[in-house]
């Protein structure tokens, strides 16, 4: 497994201060948080002279921007596509093999859940055909709140099963999964339940209560046992680490180096003797 940084946490940065930032700190790629104002060609000759893999892009389609794939409000859900195609074409240009999928939100409550997940799911049947033609995955990231459509391992799993395409599947994410810990299953049987669909993972760590986003080692998971498991199911992407960003993250450098500082000595620990 190889690690990388996600850029939100500089978010106040441009790309190259944050690739040069990631690169003198040992990370071997990074996740970009939104697209780069750049042809994905330019960019991938950046991030090559850095030594650095792009290994996941964030889609800037999401609620939070105004659009929507899931949309019952037709100009919502096509500028969502238009966003999310816009992004697989630049993963594909620029060399990178995950888009984020986030931010299905399915509210107003009073409109039928199902017209939610219908529109969401012929969405990523559009989606997942450009996608496995450009030979990117498509990673559904949950959020862990009723107002997301994809809010649970199990709501991803049915969806991807009823998209039926090999192009989709889930971001494992440690810090929403810990979250779900207290009502359902350990990280690890987490792990068992999604790992034929996993084709990218997030890392960070919380107490538990709330998405703390905190750089790995400094919560309640036990970090040597999920990645044992990670291991053990043979994951080989990128341990990716997601901390905040903006007005939420007090320390980048810090955190930035302290997750990969940890990261390190944890797998380190886990490889065999002259491995």
């Known amino acids: 497994m190889k690690l990388a940084l996600c850029t939100k946490v500089f978010q106040y940065l441009h790309f190259r201060d944050s690739l040069e930032v990631a690169r003198q700190y040992g990370y071997e790629g990074v996740e970009l948080d939104r697209l780069p104002h750049m042809a994905p060609g330019m960019f991938r000759s950046m991030t090559d002279s850095y030594k650095l893999a792009v290994c996941s892009i964030h ?7 105004g659009t929507n794939i899931a949309s ?39 409109s039928p859940f199902k017209g939610f997940w219908e529109r969401a799911r012929t969405s990523l049947r559009r ?3 450009l996608a496995e033609s450009q030979n990117v995955k498509l990673a559904l990231h949950f959020k862990y709140s009723v107002a997301y459509l994809i809010n649970a391992p199990w709501a991803g799993i ?3 099963e009823e998209v039926g395409s ?8 440690t810090g929403i999964l810990n979250l779900m810990t207290r009502h359902a299953t350990s990280l690890v049987g987490f792990l068992e339940i999604m790992s034929r669909y996993i084709v990218h993972v997030h890392v960070s760590d919380n107490d538990g209560m709330s998405d703390q ?21 043979g994951y080989d992407g990128f341990l990716s680490v997601d ?10 450098d810090g955190q930035a180096y302290q997750s990969i500082t940890f990261l390190r000595g944890a797998l380190d620990e886990l490889r065999p003797a002259g491995g």
């Open 59 to 65: 889609s800037e389609a999401h609620v939070a921007r």
């Open 72 to 110: 019952g409000n037709a100009d919502k859900r096509h500028a969502g596509l238009t966003e999310t195609e816009r992004a697989i074409n630049f993963a594909a240009g620029c060399g990178c093999a995950v888009v984020q999928i986030k931010g299905m939100y399915c509210w107003p409550y009073r």
């Open 127 to 129: 989606l997942s055909k």
């Open 158 to 160: 049915h969806m991807i």
């Open 166 to 173: 090999p192009a989709l599947g889930l971001t494992f994410d």
């Open 213 to 233: 986003r905190l750089p790995p080692g400094s919560g309640s998971i036990q970090w040597h046992v999920l990645l044992s498991k990670l291991m053990d199911i």
């Open 243 to 252: 901390l905040h960003g903006g007005f939420q993250q007090r320390d980048p």
